[in-house]
């Protein structure tokens, strides 16, 4: 399927499944307009989508995601929707906007519940899967071609850079006398046994920001959200405004950064929107999550 073609609904029912966090206060901030126009930059399963388009009667959506199977399953989703729908599939880096301007746009960053939980898609150690971490299965670079190929210095310049890793040049050292790796539980084990013992029964596994690191590398998500967040508040109206959600420091920072550094937009958040305890009790994945909002100056 072409990254530049626009895709046509359907009625399949795959196996994809998202909780979309932070809605109530995604919605309310994006101050939806009657007969407005809005860009969902990372639809997921739809359920920001769905909200937007209940919110009004006349509303139109025009939904992103690098995924296929998130799309076919946000189609489904939202079936009752595809007069008010359309869908492209890609990075939102490389969306061609051409002459489209929204009302809002919204983007949901990192890993989706969906495709932690598929196993087969390599995102997670609790599960043992082939090293792949490709949101878009039509790319070639894999995490497996990262940990078997690339040098000592790169993996650790990676664990370091993307996953805050303290023990990086350590693990990189072990992962390059130990290679290759074929599945995500190797390497989980790998790396834990490498780490000194007080780490490896921590509140969080020994290797997950490792894995963190190769799926911000496999994706290149830290350049195509600042490529995205550079070109947004050209595809915004005038008073339209940009919410989004992020899940680790390094994309907060950068959405802090971009949001505040466009001559474009007026921040609307000080400091960031987090979940409430209720949200967080009913779907703790979303503990971690961060809301910054913007509006498009109107001079």
Known sequence: MKTDAYIAMN????????????SRELIAGLAICPGGHYLDATVGAGGHSR??????????????DRDRMAIATAMSNLAEYSERLQF??????????????????????????????????????RHTAELDMRMDSQQSLTAAEIVNKWSETELADIFFTYGEERFSRRIARHIVKRRPFFTTTELAEAIAACVPAKYRHGRIHPATRVFQALRIVVNSELTSLETFLNRAPDWLKPGGRI??????????????????????????????????????????????????????LTA
């Open 88 to 125: 492209w599939q890609g990075n939102f880096a490389d969306f061609p906007a051409k002459e489209l301007s929204f009302n809002g746009i919204i983007a949901d960053l990192g890993i989706s519940s969906g495709q932690l939980d598929t196993p087969e898609r390599g995102f997670s150690f």
């Open 243 to 296: 919410g989004i959600i992020s899940f680790h420091s390094l994309e907060d920072r950068l959405v802090k950064q971009q949001l505040r550094s466009s001559p474009q937009l007026r921040i609307l958040t000080r400091k960031p929107i987090i979940p409430q305890p209720d949200e967080i009790a009913n779907n703790p994945r979303c503990r971690s999550a961060k809301l910054r909002f913007a509006e498009k």
């Open 11 to 22: 009625t399949g029912k795959p196996a994809f499944v998202h909780v979309s966090v932070l």
């Open 51 to 64: 909200l937007i388009l209940s919110a009004q009667p006349d509303v139109r959506v025009t939904a992103i």
